[in-house]
């Protein structure tokens, strides 16, 4: 090996949690399952899913029993765009289905994302920004204010779309991605601000997706992370923690189950862990071990 090489990666900091409870605890329902399968991570491949083939996905996860299916990146790709209207103008969406569109925190993003589900029964908005330390020096050169400033204004273009769509019923996802290459507080703080905004209470909570965009750490660190964000997060009953982990380490079906033990509540994933880089949690896996827990879906 290039003794360079060894110099190039550092350990990750642990999580500071001495009365961490979710060692003790066990998984007792399953957690509320969206598939990202036909999200935009699809769009990376050399030979992406067609109009045909993402249909052909469609029908089969609506069969197979999920209840939330994050259909696209309707902003992304014109494929995504014409997908999405085809499902709500040859109404393909049954009654029982909620679609999930993503959206980066970008006006002309978000309101492309909005002409893509008029007319839509049902729909969670689900916006995001990078937040994590590398990207906010290389990618964004922003700092922690200016990075804040763009999830609110973001948040702010969400709420003032939806009032023009008074047709649809909207519920709210904000995911600060990269979640574990963030600072625990900061993630905090900028979940906290986008709250404020989309202002979420009991009957219409908001869903907050801490994700592992990168798995950097072994799956205790990230039942460490959501535990702490668990606790620390106001209004815990007017939000819904949700879980998307990658797979860079091999780990992410062991990290949502320790990540569930810690408090999550909600599981984003696709089909046999295919998709977006290095894949994301295998959901046949995980529903597989709550199966044979005695676990049945809700």
Known sequence: MNPEAVKKYSPQPLVSLPGRTWPEKTIEKPPTWCSVDLRDGNQALIHPMSHEKKMEMFRLLVEIGFKEIEVGFPAASEVEYHFIRTLIEDNLIPEDVVIQVLTQAKESQIKKTFESIRGAREVIMHLYNSTSTLQRRIVFNMNRKEIIDLAIKGAETVKNEASAYPETKFRYEYSPESFTGTELDFALEIC???????????????????????EMTSPNVYADQIEWFCNTVS????????LHAHNDRGCAVAATELAMMAGGERVEGTLFGNGERTGNVDIITLALNMFIRGLIRN
């Not at 906290?192 to 990168?214: F, G, R, S």
């Open 235 to 242: 209004d815990r009953d007017s939000v819904i923690i949700s």
């Open 192 to 214: 906290e601000a986008v709250k404020d905004v989309l202002q979420p209470d009991p009957q219409n909570k908001m869903i907050i997706n801490l994700p592992a965009t990168v």
